[in-house]
């Protein structure tokens, strides 16, 4: 293992300070959410997404809400000159269904520590870093990844899986298996998600009525998204507020 190999847990509060190091960094989503700036290119970590920040270069997060996140720290030598080059061209990337079940195994191995004993490590590290940075990753999941950017931008307008395919460039049944292989749900589970997170950011803000939280974030009314709410998450809109006010 190289000296600056390690693999650490950790949750962001609030606006960090921009930083850089001379290694490689991969933010790994455990629970919630990070807004990450990587060189002036933004971007949203979620239970899906994940950032790869290359050596040198200048990012900063910041965080509302409950969240966790698997810090991976390594030399840039165990990566080849692809892998990193299309780590510095796109940051932001899915998180392969292999790649999140290894994230949980790694969870549960840590037993809540703040970071994996060196042997853990050695063990876990490779497989993490093959599983995250498959190789052909960036071409398989193209189209997909910017069907998906775009709906994360305005994942309240109309979203039907004819739409979504259309944007892809792929058919209905293509779109699916996308969906399924690159992200483990199907594309109408990965937009209730998109829409939550989105409805999830606007109440840590506190600004906004619920009522216009949900019409904005594609719900019929209130109604909708405290059902949709509490399935998901267990409490309802005003109490997730309240819980973040506290």
């Known amino acids: ?12 509060g ?14 790994l989503p455990l629970h919630g959410m990070l807004e990450l700036e990587i060189e002036g290119r933004g971007g949203r970590l979620d239970l899906q997404r ?17 969240n966790r996140f698997v810090i991976v720290d ?5 990566l080849d000159e692809a892998q990193l080059e299309a780590g510095r061209q796109r940051p932001f990337f899915a998180l392969p269904p292999a790649a999140r079940h290894l994230l949980a195994y790694v969870e549960h191995m840590a037993q809540g520590r703040a970071q994996l004993a060196p042997a853990v490590t050695r063990q876990v590290l490779p497989l993490l870093l093959d599983a995250a940075l498959a190789p052909g990753r960036h071409r398989r999941e193209g189209r997909l990844q910017a069907l998906c950017e775009r709906i994360r931008l305005a994942p309240g307008q109309d979203w039907p899986l004819a739409r979504m395919a259309s944007e892809a ?23 209730q998600r ?4 989105w409805a999830q950011q606007r109440l840590a803000e506190g600004l906004l009525p619920l009522a216009r939280i949900a019409q904005q974030a594609g719900y019929s009314d209130q109604s909708a998204l405290t059902r949709a709410m509490r399935r998901e998450f267990g409490v309802t809109p005003g109490h997730y507020r309240r819980q973040l006010q506290a």
């Open 169 to 191: 460039g792929l058919g209905l049944t293509a779109l699916h298996a996308a969906f399924r292989r690159e992200l483990d749900c199907s594309p109408a589970q990965w937009l």
């Open 194 to 197: 998109q829409r939550l997170e």
């Open 50 to 66: 994940a950032a790869f920040v290359a050596p040198g270069a200048l990012h900063v997060q910041q965080a509302q809400g409950r």
């Open 74 to 78: 390594c030399d840039a030598s165990r």
């Open 1 to 12: 293992m190289h000296a600056d190999d390690s693999l650490s847990f950790r949750s962001y």
């Open 14 to 27: 609030g606006t960090g300070h921009g930083h850089r190091h001379a290694y490689v960094q991969l933010v």
